[in-house]
């Protein structure tokens, strides 16, 4: 009786408590279009009080204390909003906010710096972002050509279409260093490359709200290979953004690109949105030199002209998504997408013909304030792809062939063949690729904030399978071309939790940590802290961070045109100078670790005064295990792992005089013991006028690496040879934009842009550009241990990768409330400059544009 008389009690003193308070509801809404906010997030200011908008927009905070109190409103993408409002007892206040689309660097709100929403200048790493009006004025197709203007990302184009990201050096022709994702999906390709989509991806630019760039470690929140950065492309919702887009594009170079984008709401449960692109062009013409003849009975070794099947490229992508709203505030999303692609892309070897490539997804999600899970499929298809390189090889040295084809023995395997008989020895498997791998992940995240005590929460646990499937084309998974073998499958499990408290004196520290088994690596940690000091409209940033880099499924067991292998379990293989018989004569190759990346980051982000923002970020890392790109190996390859390599299918099998094996050589990939690298990114924002603005950005970066220092010495040849020291970055790029907004009665805009790149050396597998050897056949020279030198042959040198400064210009003017046209420039002067390895000259490129845009009206 007593119990029940003091729940009682206590029931009638929470009741009386509530009479104290009020509530305060109201709408969110866009200030521009005046379409109501979904997810907006709405808090009372030093209160453990809060909520998320529904889907017209309305919110409701309820037991908010009597008296004065300052409401704060946030969205992705827009600024935030703060007003204070008188709450009576027992009574209602409405209060309804009109947010703006972020103009002013730093005043917009971010989510992949740490999970959840943020103020840019708050966030506490160095994080980019590209905006819708980015977009909207970009007058192209392909949304990476807007990388080239991000503080600390490198740029590459390797032609028409083809572009290429990397972050803080060390960059290669397979490069999976910044991880890649679309609404929270990782978008990497599936199975055996591992690499960024990129061109390849789904989701077309007008269905693209906004892209956030993260740089530095970052496997605390988003697991392993996420190490040197993160790339997280956010889509447009429906119900925010419905109506009608057509787009078309056209260029120079035959470049013409038909786009569609239509969003509907089609009820308070329900609204659905389809995307789809037609691109297509043609590359520009280059013709790399390959390497045929042996000397022998294939004639004098030589260069000849790669044989190119078409410089054409073409794209076909679209998407489908249905938004289910179980309640006001939490959806259920459907979405599928793929792309199917032809065009010209680089390898370690050469490049390959991608005739058909397939990039698919399924993906469900479940999205509410608390709680987000997902669980989805990703799975590519080769289609008719091949080396261009072997391919060319094989044909040009069968029908040149001295020996008969009905000699026996030698003459099926060497003997000539007629061009019809060559064309299909060329495109066996092995030169041509086969593929069907798949990937599955699952993911469920929690947050919560308790404000009162300025604590915040995310804790996330994901799993990952990898199942790749090359019929021994381009992984060791098969004995035999074009036949199923063994198969690889890789599995992660992983979790993380976050935890961010605010301190007085306006510091915060952020603490995260994850752990993750690999089936191949075992368990990995991977902690991040941050101390986070606010200075008016500004932030000053101390952070430590640990990274794991596993080694991606094509580093592991690469079989790729008999010259690069993969080194997970090791690569069996004949040195030169041994005897090719003698068993005791074989070596292993020490099979890769896990890399490692510890970084310190120091940094400043903010609003100097109204006119001026300032980013500067500065970095050391130090790396455990680091991952080289593909080194040269002097000796003859027999097997990774079990499966055995044959000599004939090697592209540098060497000879055998006296007993001892000369001139072989295969490329792989190694661990050094440690790398040190060290950096600075600077980005410097002007704003003349509300509408007339200059941005500079300028990124340094160095490292150990280029020490002749034996630590360097990956291959444990006992030397340290100049493609085992390089950079393979500029140390010096910086880029810049004058931007002209909202002229003549706000309906033109015209950019100006500038970027500089400094002259580099590159090595990548069989891939070199070097300034010392420009204009010749490629080569390393390395000084064995008795003193003896050897040279290990690569592609034809074109000469270093950089060293150029180019204008770009673009503008664009609304014709009515629907039409809009724009037009841009690339390289205005038309600067002759290789950006990447086996890749054309890049010329100017120009091309206008015409959208239009009708609204949905029910």
Do not use: C
């Not at 790339?231 to 260029?251: C, E, L, M, W």
């Not at 304030?369 to 997902?374: K, S």
Request: proline share 3%; no cysteine.
């Amino acid at each position: 009786m007593k119990q029940l008389l003091l729940t009682i009690i206590g029931i009638f003193l929470s009741i009386a408590a509530f009479a104290q308070n009020g509530k305060i509801t109201g709408k969110i809404k866009d200030s521009e279009s005046g379409n109501t906010l979904l997810g907006a997030t709405v808090r009372v200011k030093g209160k453990n009080i809060g909520t998320t908008s529904g889907s017209d927009g309305s919110f409701s905070l309820a037991n908010v204390p009597a008296g004065k109190q300052t409401i704060i409103a946030t969205f992705v993408g827009y600024g935030s909003m703060s007003k204070d409002v008188n709450v009576s007892e027992g009574e209602t206040t409405n209060v309804d906010f009109s947010l703006e689309v972020s103009t002013i660097l730093g005043d917009e709100i971010v989510v992949s710096a740490t999970r959840r929403p943020e103020k840019l200048t708050q966030a506490p790493a160095s994080i980019s972002v590209i905006t819708a009006k980015d977009l909207d004025q970009l007058a192209s197709f392909n949304v990476g050509e807007l990388a080239s203007k991000i503080q600390g990302v490198e740029f590459v184009r390797t032609g028409v279409n083809g572009v290429g990201i990397n972050a803080r050096g060390f960059n290669n022709a397979f490069n999976a260093k910044v991880l890649a994702m679309t609404d929270g999906r990782n978008s990497m390709m599936a199975g055996g490359s591992g690499l960024a989509a990129g061109i390849m991806n789904t989701i077309i630019k007008e269905d693209v709200e906004r892209v956030e760039v993260v740089l530095g470690p970052n496997s605390a929140l988003y697991g392993p290979n996420a190490h040197n950065g993160v790339v997280n492309t956010i889509s447009k919702d429906p119900r925010r953004y419905q109506g009608t887009t057509f787009a078309i594009d056209a260029g120079n170079q035959s470049v013409l690109s038909f786009r569609l984008r239509h969003a509907m709401k089609l009820s308070d449960k329900f609204a659905f949105k389809v995307t789809a692109e037609h691109t297509q062009g043609e590359d520009f013409t280059f013709n790399d030199s390959v390497y045929v003849g042996n000397g022998s009975y294939y004639g004098a070794v030589r260069a000849v002209p790669e044989i190119v099947k078409t410089f054409q490229f073409k794209h076909q992508r679209g998407e489908a998504a249905l938004y289910y709203s179980v309640t006001p505030k939490s959806d259920i999303i459907v979405s599928y997408g793929a792309s199917v692609n032809s065009f010209l892309a680089v390898n370690n070897v050469g490049r390959n013909q991608i005739d058909g490539w397939k990039f698919s997804y399924l993906q469900g999600r479940y999205v509410s304030p608390r709680l987000f899970a997902q669980l989805y499929y990703t799975w590519t298809n080769v289609g008719d792809s091949y080396g261009i390189a072997s391919y060319t090889r094989d044909y040009t040295n069968r029908v040149n062939s001295t020996i008969p084809a009905s000699t026996p023995g030698l003459g099926p395997i060497v003997g000539k063949l007629t061009p019809d008989e060559a064309q299909t020895f060329a495109l066996r498997y092995g030169n041509k690729f086969k593929e069907a791998s798949g990937r599955l992940n699952s993911e469920i995240q929690y947050n919560n904030a308790w404000d009162n005590i300025g604590l915040n929460m995310v804790a996330s646990l994901s799993y990952q399978k990898d199942s790749p499937n090359t019929y021994g084309t381009s992984l060791a998974d098969s004995n035999v071309p074009g036949t199923e073998g063994s198969l690889i499958s890789v599995e992660q499990v992983g979790g993380a939790v976050q935890l961010e408290k605010t301190l007085p004196a306006q510091f915060k520290i952020v603490g995260a940590a994850r752990v993750d088994n690999h089936s191949v690596f075992g368990n990995l940690f991977a902690p991040k802290i941050a101390i986070v000091k606010t200075v008016k409209d500004g932030s000053f940033r101390l952070t430590y961070g640990r990274a794991n880099a596993a080694p991606i499924i094509l580093f592991q067991s690469a079989n790729v045109f008999g010259i690069v292998f993969g080194n997970g379990n090791g690569v069996n293989y004949i040195p030169n100078g041994a005897n090719p018989a003698d068993p005791a004569a074989v070596k292993v190759t020490d099979k890769l670790k896990v890399e490692q990346i510890g970084t310190w980051e120091v940094g400043y982000k903010g609003t100097i005064s109204k006119k001026l923002y300032i980013d500067v970020n500065g970095y050391y890392g130090r790396t455990e295990n680091f991952l080289s790109p593909a080194i040269t190996v002097g000796g003859r390859a027999l097997s990774v792992g079990n499966i055995s390599i044959p000599t004939q299918n090697l592209l540098l099998p060497g000879t055998v005089t006296n007993n001892a094996l000369a001139g072989a050589a295969f490329s792989t990939y190694f661990n050094y013991g440690q790398v040190d690298a060290w950096g600075v990114d600077l980005g410097i924002n002007y704003y003349f006028t509300k509408d007339i603005s200059l941005g500079v950005k300028y990124s340094y970066f160095n490292s150990d690496i280029t020490d002749d220092n034996i630590k360097n010495d990956a291959n444990r040849d006992g030397y340290v040879s100049t493609e085992e020291k390089s950079l393979n970055t500029p140390k010096n790029r910086v880029a810049a934009t004058l931007s002209f907004q909202n002229l003549l009665d706000k309906k033109l805009y015209v950019n100006l842009s500038m970027r500089a790149v400094e002259s580099f050396d590159f090595y990548s597998g069989s891939q070199i550009g070097t300034e010392a050897g420009a204009g010749k056949r490629g080569v390393v020279t390395a000084t064995l241990a008795n003193g003896s030198k050897v040279n290990y042959l690569k592609n034809f040198d074109y000469g270093p990768l950089g060293g150029f400064t180019t204008f770009d210009v673009s503008a664009g003017y609304m014709l009515t409330k629907t039409f809009t046209v724009g037009a841009a420039m690339s390289n205005i002067f038309n600067t002759k400059q290789r950006e990447f390895v086996g890749s054309p000259l890049i010329g100017r490129l120009f091309s206008v544009e015409l959208k239009a845009h009708v609204p949905y009206k029910k």
